[in-house]
T-cell receptor, first 112, second 114 residues
Framework: KQEVTQIPAALSVPEGENLVLNCSFT??????LQWFRQDPGKGLTSLLL?????REQTSGRLNASLDKSSGRSTLYIAASQPGDSATYLCAGTTSGTYKYIFGTGTRLKVLA | SAVISQKPSRDICQRGTSLTIQCQVDSQVTMMFWYRQQPGQSLTLIAT?????????ESGFVIDKFPISRPNLTFSTLTVSNMSPEDSSIYLCSVVLSMTDRAFFGQGTRLTVV
């Protein structure tokens, strides 16, 4: 059974810092991988999608990478801002399915 | 992209009763899913809502407790039956667009069972 661990579970940093959030899958055969953010009381917002043929995606201050040999992904946030405060979730599918299995989440707080 | 509307956004229900949650998508999608997020936890997949056939449930979830309907490619319902306080969670509807493999989520239904 696929299990997804995110490290750290919680993080509090001053504004302006560069951050790395980690995500690790027990089964490294990841097909698609997405990073989401969830604000309190809200649904999920898709941030980045790494499709099966890709290894990295960038959007603005965000960069996500996937190492398929190890089943590990990182989300890099540059020059963090208070508006980045949220819970960040990684989720992946395996080949032949569109069912996303979610990680445990990282709760980020960026202090002004 | 896809815009997903869920109703209700929140509800407080008595134990032993049932609640039906609606999910409406602004376009036709093949792949639709229901997730549960228990307090302080991440998301757990309940089932795949299949259009025209019975839903496919994940381990630990059964049709009698979480019946799902999918009458067409834009709409689905999830019923939480015979509720207990342990069913207090956020329930989320999700779709995956086959052209992009990207998943989109509704805003969720926050259920509290008292």
């Amino acid at each position: 059974k696929q299990e997804v661990t995110q490290i750290p579970a919680a993080l509090s940093v001053p504004e302006g810092e560069n951050l790395v959030l980690n995500c690790s899958f027990t089964d490294s055969a990841i097909y698609n991988l997405q990073w989401f953010r969830q604000d309190p009381g809200k649904g999920l917002t898709s941030l980045l999608l790494i499709q099966s043929s890709q290894r990295e995606q960038t959007s603005g201050r965000l960069n996500a990478s996937l190492d398929k040999s190890s089943g590990r992904s990182t989300l890099y946030i540059a020059a963090s801002q208070p508006g980045d405060s949220a819970t960040y979730l990684c989720a992946g599918t395996t080949s032949g399915t569109y069912k996303y299995i979610f990680g445990t989440g990282t709760r980020l707080k960026v202090l002004a | 992209s896809a815009v997903i509307s869920q109703k209700p956004s929140r509800d407080i229900c008595q134990r032993g009763t049932s609640l039906t949650i609606q999910c409406q998508v602004d376009s036709q999608v093949t792949m639709m899913f229901w997730y549960r997020q228990q307090p302080g936890q991440s998301l757990t997949l309940i089932a795949t809502a299949n259009q025209g056939s019975e839903a496919t449930y994940e381990s630990g979830f059964v049709i009698d407790k979480f019946p799902i309907s999918r009458p067409n490619l834009t709409f689905s319902t999830l019923t939480v039956s015979n509720m207990s306080p342990e069913d207090s969670s956020i329930y989320l509807c999700s779709v995956v667009l086959s052209m992009t493999d990207r998943a989109f989520f509704g805003q969720g239904t926050r259920l509290t069972v008292v």
